[in-house]
């Protein structure tokens, strides 16, 4: 819709004769909205791409379990490992668990 502002502008211009600073002035608003609207688009489509990207380490997580034993009577290190994105020991001795799904415990 931008651009067709734009070149409905353009045209008027070359058939008429517009006072060049008013020509600038609406050129240069409709570019500025442009550039907005173009900013907006870019970050949604960034965050799409990052929520398709979760989306998929998250059925791969989902197939991994259900792949697995129904039921977890002894350690099981592919279920650690698929929950469990990192652990940091702290000086006081306490340990933060950050899962796959970005929560973090405090033990």
Known sequence: ???ELVNKLVKENSKTDTDIETYNKKYEKLSARYDKLKDQLDGLISEKESKL???KIMQTFINNLEESEDELADWNERIW?????SATVHRDSSITFELQNGQEITR
């Open 53 to 55: 990207g979760q989306k």
């Open 1 to 3: 819709m931008i651009t």
């Open 81 to 85: 490992m698929l929950m469990v994105e």
